[in-house]
T-cell receptor
Framework: SAVISQKPSRDICQRGTSLTIQCQVD?????MFWYRQQPGQSLTLIAT?????????ESGFVIDKFPISRPNLTFSTLTVSNMSPEDSSIYLC?????????????FGPGTRLTVL | DAKTTQPNSMESNEEEPVHLPCNHS???????IHWYRQLPSQGPEYVIH???SNVNNRMASLAIAEDRKSSTLILHRATLRDAAVYYC???????????FGKGTKLSVKP
């Protein structure tokens, strides 16, 4: 399975500011995913990020609020822009499994964001 | 993606087997059944998946009903470290969105 790290692991931010979350994988992957987990809730997909193309956003999420970069096959960033307390959540990245296991996803440890 | 139904919570004693049920009566012929778990303060972790036949791996077993409308995740000997939220998810056989429901919160008593 892939080893995924995220930075920062947690942060406390002021409303109106932006935070960029980094996701690093120890192997090359085509598809990376960004999820949000609001307090006490399950995970919701924000967007799918393929290297070399624009991210695909799910309903309810827009690029202006959650811009994503995918500069290479091992790295991606998610920015939470113009934050409000409602953005307080855990943000997780995940990657597809290897070809023989492509139906699975492997998740990073998450970034716990608190917006004051 | 088809919907799954799981009990909100279950309790088990340490060292005993645990059977976590999942109903998916609207499953289509190409849907895979995946199980993930999320330990406290961690990202979800892949557990097991299957299509039609029962599956075993080092973590668990997956028993799939003959009509595929339900499945059961089996932890053969629960440990305290198995306390987590377990998610049953259907996927269409190609990489993409995992739709997480509320899952089953498993508590393990010593």
């Amino acid at each position: 399975s892939a080893v995924i790290s995220q930075k920062p692991s947690r942060d406390i931010c002021q409303r109106g500011t932006s935070l960029t979350i980094q996701c690093q994988v120890d192997s090359q992957v085509t598809m990376m995913f960004w999820y949000r987990q609001q307090p006490g809730q399950s995970l919701t997909l924000i967007a799918t990020a393929n290297q070399g193309s624009e991210a695909t956003y799910e309903s309810g999420f827009v690029i202006d609020k959650f811009p994503i970069s995918r500069p290479n096959l091992t790295f991606s960033t998610l920015t939470v822009s113009n934050m409000s307390p409602e953005d307080s959540s855990i943000y997780l990245c995940s990657v597809e499994g290897p070809l023989e296991d492509a139906d699975t996803q492997y998740f990073g440890p998450g970034t716990r964001l608190t917006v004051l | 993606d088809a919907k799954t139904t799981q009990p909100n919570s279950m309790e088990s004693n340490e060292e005993e087997p645990v059977h976590l049920p999942c109903n998916h009566s609207t499953i289509s012929g190409t849907d895979y059944i995946h199980w993930y778990r999320q330990l406290p303060s961690q990202g979800p972790e892949y557990v097991i998946h299957g299509l039609t036949s029962n599956v075993n791996n080092r973590m668990a077993s997956l028993a799939i009903a003959e009509d595929r409308k339900s499945s059961t995740l089996i932890l053969h000997r629960a440990t305290l470290r198995d306390a987590a939220v377990y998610y049953c998810i259907l996927t269409g056989g190609s990489q993409g969105n995992l739709i997480f429901g509320k899952g089953t919160k498993l508590s393990v008593k010593p």
